[in-house]
C-alpha cells in the first residue's frame, strides 16, 4: 500500500497538506457512512498515523533493506537473498577467518490472518532497543508467507558495543482460520451438505480467502466424507507465486425431524433400492 497515494498527496506534502487530505477522507469513509465496511478507514488511518510522524515517515521513505527466509529446512539452509560471506558473518567470522564483534540480533514477531498471508502484508513495526532508542521498520510479508516463515533486516538490531549493528528478524505468525487449514501451499477444509445430494448428484458453494466463491459438483453416488480436490485455489508460492490446490472434505447431512409418512417412504424407496442392488 502506497500511503501517499492513499491520501491523494504527493510525497512532498507538508504536515499541513497530510492533515488536510486525512481530515476529508476519514470523514468520506467513516464506517458510519459507508454502511459498516471499514477497511478503507483502516487504510486511511495507517497512512496518516505513519507520515505525520517525522521518523515514521523517514523510515517509510528510505526503507532498509530486505531479506526473506524460510529457515532451516531438511535439506539445510533455505535462505533467499543471502550471499557465502553473510552466512559466515552470521555465525561471528568473516571469509578471511577475522573475528568480527557484531552487536546481537533482535526477534519480532508480526501476526497476520490467513487473509493478509493470501494477499500480502505490509506492516509498520516498532521496537526499542536495549539502549532505548525506539525502531521503526515497514515490514513487507510476501503473498503466501507462512507461520516461522523470517524476514531479516540487515543492520536494524541492537546497537551501542563496537563492531556493527546486529539484524532484525521478523518472524511470521498467521492466525489460526476458522475455516480453512494451511499446510505450505495448499489449503484443506471441510464443510457438510444434504447426503441426497451423494445419492443423486449436487453440489456446495465454498467461500475463498480472496472474497470469491467456487462450486464444487458432486457426482451421484459419492460416498460422504470424500475429499475432492480443487487446483489453484490454494495459498500462492511465496517465490513463483503458483498457488497450490484447495482440498475439501464434503460430509453428508442426514434429514432429522421426519414425520411418520415421510419414514415410511422412504423405507418404501429403501426397500426397492435393496432389490435392485447396492454398491
Do not use: W
Not at 459507508?34 to 488511518?45: M, Q, R, V, Y
Amino acid at each position: 500500500m502506497d500511503y501517499y497515494k492513499t491520501l491523494g498527496v504527493k510525497r512532498n506534502a507538508s504536515d499541513k497538506d497530510l492533515k488536510s487530505a486525512y481530515k476529508k477522507l476519514s470523514m468520506q469513509h467513516h464506517p458510519d457512512r459507508t454502511g459498516g465496511d471499514d477497511s478503507k478507514f483502516k487504510e486511511i488511518n495507517e497512512a496518516y498515523s505513519t507520515l505525520k510522524d517525522p521518523q515514521k515517515r523517514q523510515q517509510y521513505d528510505n526503507p532498509p533493506q530486505q531479506q526473506y527466509s524460510q529457515g532451516f529446512g531438511p535439506n539445510g539452509f533455505q535462505g533467499m537473498n543471502q550471499g557465502f560471506e553473510d552466512l559466515f558473518s552470521n555465525f561471528g567470522f568473516n571469509v578471511q577467518g577475522r573475528q568480527q564483534q557484531r552487536n546481537p540480533d533482535i526477534t519480532i514477531a508480526a501476526r497476520i490472518t490467513l487473509e493478509e498471508a493470501y494477499t500480502g502484508k505490509t506492516v509498520i513495526a516498532s521496537y526499542r532497543l536495549r539502549t532505548g532508542k525506539e525502531e521503526v521498520v515497514e515490514v513487507n510479508i510476501p503473498a503466501g508467507a507462512t507461520t516461522g516463515n523470517t524476514i531479516r533486516y540487515q543492520g536494524f538490531g541492537e546497537e551501542g558495543m563496537a563492531g556493527p549493528r546486529g539484524n532484525l528478524h521478523v518472524k511470521i505468525q498467521v492466525v489460526p482460520h476458522k475455516t480453512f487449514m494451511q499446510d505450505g501451499i495448499n489449503l484443506h477444509c471441510k464443510t457438510s451438505t444434504s447426503i441426497f445430494d451423494f445419492i443423486v448428484s449436487g453440489h456446495v458453494i465454498l467461500d475463498t480467502l480472496d472474497g470469491s466463491t467456487v462450486k464444487v459438483n458432486i457426482p451421484a453416488g459419492t460416498v460422504p466424507g470424500t475429499k475432492f480436490s480443487i487446483q489453484g485455489y490454494g495459498m500462492p508460492d511465496v517465490q513463483s507465486g503458483h498457488r497450490g490446490n484447495l482440498f475439501v472434505t464434503i460430509n453428508a447431512k442426514v434429514p432429522k425431524g421426519l414425520s411418520q409418512d415421510e419414514v415410511i417412504t422412504l423405507q418404501k424407496l429403501r426397500k426397492r433400492l435393496d432389490k435392485k442392488g447396492v454398491d
